[in-house]
């Protein structure tokens, strides 16, 4: 697994488009820090032991990105909102 930082990764990215379809994993690193792996389209998206897991926010926002309905969810989550009256709703629009 090769490191990569973000600018370089930038302008080297249809070269790194070509390793990865070769095959070989390659982690962006965002101010040192792992930020992405470039996988083949192919590979288990499993997590492995040495890989972190989300905190936060970031633990569900998958899931719920995969929810067909969520459009629906987040309007009448923002109209109730409006519609509540300790406090004003902020302009979304």
């Known amino acids: 697994m090769s490191l990569i930082g973000v600018a370089e990764a930038k302008q080297r990215f249809s ?3 070509d ?3 070769g095959g070989e994993h390659i982690v962006v690193a965002r101010r ?3 930020a992405v792996v470039l ?3 192919d ?10 897991a989300p905190l936060g926010f970031a ?3 998958g899931a719920l990105a995969e ?6 969810v987040v309007a009448d989550a923002n109209g109730a909102r409006r519609g509540a009256r300790d406090r ?3 302009d979304l629009d």
């Open 59 to 61: 633990t569900i926002a």
């Open 32 to 34: 040192g820090r792992p």
């Open 67 to 72: 929810l067909p309905e969520i459009e629906d």
């Open 15 to 17: 070269e790194l488009l």
């Open 39 to 41: 996988v083949p389209p």
């Open 19 to 21: 390793r990865v379809g």
């Open 43 to 52: 590979h288990h998206t499993g997590r492995t032991s040495s890989m972190q």
């Open 88 to 90: 004003p709703a902020p």
